[in-house]
Nanobody
């Protein structure tokens, strides 16, 4: 059974940065395309970025140029570096397989506000 544990969220001012982490256990992490999703209040969960086993990355237009997804296969950990944060980035952030195959973790809250 795969477990996902997200961390690193918090309150940050507009223009600030945060680095999210996702620890993955119970799966051969290195083989999977992994993704970050987010869900803002009253909105559907959306795909933010993903990275395949070879390190190829792709981003939603709303975060392109500001966010960077990466992975450390030795540590079974996924990362999301978020720079130039905007109030509209406020959401709960989740990691999962790109196809959302696994049970969702608790997520980590990111709040961008002055």
């Amino acid at each position: 059974q795969v477990q996902l544990v997200e961390s690193g969220g918090g309150l940050v001012q507009p223009g600030g940065s945060l680095r999210l982490s996702c620890a993955v256990s119970g799966s051969i992490f290195s083989r999977h395309t992994m993704a970050w999703f987010r869900q803002a209040p009253g909105k559907q969960r959306e795909l933010v970025a993903h990275i395949n086993s070879g390190g190829f990355t792709n981003y939603a237009d709303s975060v392109k140029g500001r966010f960077a997804i990466s992975r450390d296969n030795a540590k079974n950990t996924l990362y999301l570096q978020m720079n130039s944060l905007k109030p509209e980035d406020t959401a709960v952030y989740y990691c999962n397989h790109i196809l959302a195959l696994w049970a969702w973790g608790q997520g980590t809250q990111v709040t961008v506000s002055s």
